[in-house]
């Protein structure tokens, strides 16, 4: 699908079926649309032929939005030769011109484009007409009289129509002069109507906030074209807030503001007074907080985008409150907790104890720990203590996780905060706060900022949070390092959980994840083939013959071996989207393998095509559908009359329109970031020198965490050593410790708290 305002860029030789030829130079041509082969429902993808000048018929594919049969255009693109339908131009952009003949006329007419004018009354008209007809159209519409079979009441219909039609024309014209790409032509018009051109007048830079896929380059470039110089106020604001926005994709929550005027001034290409006038107009404009971080003033201010701003003090406020509130004795007799507490070791006995009697406890550690044995203590004990528990997890498949191990209800996060899609806002903050005495969140890693604070304002001071989750995987994708910070602020009780429980006979994935954990190179030794196992590494330096092998496992081998579903129990992480292992292409590949074309019903969008049965991943927070970031779900129907398709999560099923479909991904491959918070029976991970810019320790060991059952690792030694010798992982700018530290005085960290004395209560139901 276009990834660029102004261009859609030819995709790759080999990756849609073109092959070898492919011009490098501009074509223009120009014709009438004989027939619409076919055309994607989201307007990003057709395939038309036309008739050009000299009477010869062409094909072309690209985004050609709305275009109708017989209607003439100009179009721009590059000729390449596809295996299987020769050659062709893959347009790059066009602009439509109305037919001037009788014959093309009537075509574009009778192709549905005007409610009233079907194929029959098109043909009445153009031949009462003639090539006068759209004239008549645009200035005589009341002529129509004259033609037979048509009354006042069609009459006006179509007067309207064309109106309301040569409007939108006039407004995709302007758009398009200035080099805007049919498919984002479309989005526009959705958005604005027919003020879209005086809002691209007036300031491009808007669109950038509030189309979707238009970002600040493509806007910048937009109002280039317009004439807004380098120096406008608007520009250097809007700059300003993109570097910010682009650090928060990074996982910043802030910036240094000589950082930022450094960076701005880079992009935008300005001098630094510029960039600091930018600054000040971000400020003023209500979009950029700045803050003193020390106001002693020896260390620079802060930029933050508002909204993260807003989010980060918000939680530390939240915090600071549920710290505040007065712990309830709730601490249970030791030597009268049963045989399962007397099992556990020190650490694990502290981390249950801890959980009652502080406002919030962090446990932490990696796999095979007995986190979960820990949470199923604290669990029992509460249930024992009769208290209101509520249990929630980031992602679906972490909350399941925890109600299978827990035996009692875990939703998300989202859920649990019920969002309210009439209002826009969660159901559940200060002013209606969860009802529980326990809150115990688990995959704690994933939480941004921004998640963290809807979540803290919505607990009640006085109730109790326990917070769980691995400090040495991937932060969250999101902004922020709630956890980090968290355990750095020195104001919670950590417990750290070092024993190792959960490995079996044979087993090497959770020796082999702590061995990388240490930056130590796992145990890569063959094993037998007829000796049970359940890590795998298999040397491979060449990406084309790794993915074939990744394809050959999950279609073949596993399943023989295993015994493990292909689609609903193998999962692959790779370390980034880009390249042969990357996962764009290997999506691609393992679903013509696992679910080819033409065995189910499908659809398209742009130049991809959804089939029932497909594994898929939400990509954004649909909030009005109740699907978050990171959900994995299949499709499970496809309806072409209503274009709509359905997909199944943990949670239920839930109806997408086909233009909707930019909201999810194939995911028979996903990133490792992508993957957090999930665990799957089967991983493979592809580590090759490729994918060297996302080679590092706490993501290899971060993938190595998410299997279950088995883990197959293909690459080289050195790229599992390039990743092992990077663990420097950038640092997020955040505030969050330093606000919990500035909010009350530090306690020691306690990483095993020491048990309670035996006082006997009589009332202890233990």
């Known amino acids: 699908m276009p990834q660029d305002l102004f261009n859609t860029p030819t995709a790759p030789a080999g990756q849609d079926g073109t092959a070898t030829e492919t011009a490098l130079t501009d074509v223009v041509v120009r014709g009438t649309v004989q027939r619409v082969v076919f055309a994607s429902s989201d307007g990003l993808y057709a395939v038309v032929r036309l008739v050009d000048e000299q009477r010869r018929e062409l094909t072309l594919v690209g985004p050609l939005t709305q275009i109708m049969e017989g209607q003439d255009i100009e179009a721009v693109g590059r000729w390449e030769v596809h295996k299987d339908h020769g050659r062709q131009l893959r347009v790059q952009t066009f602009r439509a011109i109305l037919p001037s003949s009788a014959e093309g006329i009537c075509r574009y007419l009778g192709s549905g484009l005007i409610p009233g004018i079907g194929p029959t009354y098109a ?85 950038a906030a509030e189309v979707h896929g238009i970002g600040f380059l493509s806007a910048d470039r937009l109002a280039e ?48 007074e510029g960039a600091a006038a930018g600054l000040e107009g971000a400020i003023q404009n209500g979009r950029v907080v700045r803050e003193e971080a020390d106001p002693a003033g020896r260390a620079p201010p802060l930029a933050f985008l508002r ?50 009697r502080s406002p919030i406890s962090v446990i932490t550690g990696g796999p095979g720990v007995g986190k979960t044995t820990v949470v199923g203590q604290i669990v029992a004990m509460a249930r024992a203590l009769r208290l209101r528990i509520l249990l929630a997890a980031p992602t679906g498949r972490a909350a399941k996780r925890m109600s299978e191990t827990t035996s009692l209800e875990a939703v998300t996060v989202h ?23 326990l809150l115990i969140v688990d995959e704690v890693s994933m939480l941004d900022v921004v998640l963290a604070a809807q979540l803290f304002r919505a607990v009640r001071p006085g109730s109790q949070v326990v917070l769980v989750g691995d400090k040495d995987q991937l932060p969250s994708v999101g902004p922020g390092a709630v956890l980090h910070d968290l355990i750095a602020c020195g104001r919670l ?84 989207h880009r390249g042969s292992c990357g996962t764009a292409a290997l999506n691609e590949r393992l ?44 499709v499970t129907a496809i309806d072409h009359r209503a274009k709509t398709f359905a997909m199944t999560f943990d949670a239920g099923t839930v109806q997408y329109e086909w233009n909707e479909a930019d909201q999810v991904v194939h995911a028979y491959a996903v990133t490792v970031h992508k993957s957090q918070g999930s665990e799957f029976p089967a991983v493979i991970m592809p580590v090759l020198t490729q994918h060297y810019v996302m080679l590092q320790r706490n993501l290899i060991y971060t993938a190595m965490t998410r299997a279950r059952k088995l883990l197959i690792m293909i690459g080289t030694h050195r790229a599992l050593a390039i990743a092992l010798g ?29 048990l309670p004395p035996d006082d006997s209560a009589d009332d202890d139901p233990w």
Not at 311 to 334: V, Y
């Open 123 to 207: 043909a009445r008209i153009v031949e009462h007409f003639g090539s006068d007809t759209l004239a008549i159209l645009d200035r005589s519409s009341e002529r129509l009289r004259e033609v037979p079979g048509i009354g006042r009441k069609r009459i006006e219909e179509i007067r309207k129509a064309w109106q309301t039609q040569s409007q939108q024309r006039e407004v995709a014209i302007f758009l398009q002069s200035l080099g805007i790409s049919p498919a984002y032509c479309a989005r526009i018009l959705a958005r604005y109507g027919m003020a879209a051109a005086e809002v691209v007048r007036r300031n491009p830079y808007q669109l």
């Open 225 to 272: 074209r317009l004439g807004v110089a380098k120096e406008h106020p608007l520009r250097l604001a809007a700059g300003v807030e993109f570097v910010l926005e682009q650090a928060a994709q990074n996982g910043h929550v802030c910036m240094p503001a000589e950082e930022l005027a450094s960076e701005a001034a880079r992009v935008l290409e300005v001098t630094p």
């Open 307 to 356: 909204r993260l701003y807003q989010a980060e003090t918000d939680l530390a406020e939240a915090l600071g409150m549920l710290l505040r509130a007065p712990a309830k004795p709730r601490q249970a007799e030791a030597r009268r907790l049963g045989a399962a507490f007397d099992r556990l070791n020190a650490d694990q006995q502290a981390a249950v104890l801890q959980a009652f």
């Open 415 to 437: 859920r649990l905060l019920q969002w309210d899609p009439a209002q826009g806002v969660f159901n559940h903050g200060p002013d209606d706060p969860l009802d529980c005495d």
């Open 493 to 576: 009780p950590v417990t750290h959980l070092t024993q190792i429980y959960r490995q079996g006979p044979g087993s090497r994935i959770v020796s082999n994840a702590h061995a990388v954990n240490r930056g130590q190179m796992p145990d890569l030794r063959a094993v037998p083939a007829d000796h049970p196992a359940d890590f795998y590494w298999i040397e491979q330096d060449d990406p084309d013959r790794a993915a074939e092998l990744i394809v050959r496992m999950v279609t073949e081998r596993i399943p023989q071996r295993f015994h493990l579903d292909p689609i609903a129990d193998v999962q692959i992480l790779a370390p980034m």
């Open 591 to 634: 679903q013509e393998a696992l679910n080819p074309g033409g065995s189910r019903p499908e659809f398209a969008f742009g130049e991809r095509r959804f089939r029932v049965g497909d594994r898929i991943m939400q990509t954004v927070n649909n909030y009005d559908k109740g699907v978050f970031n990171g959900e994995l779900g299949q």
């Open 726 to 754: 990077n663990n420097t992982p950038m640092r997020r700018h955040t505030r969050l410790a330093d606000r919990l530290a500035a909010a009350g005085s530090a306690a020691p960290r306690q990483t095993a708290a020491p």
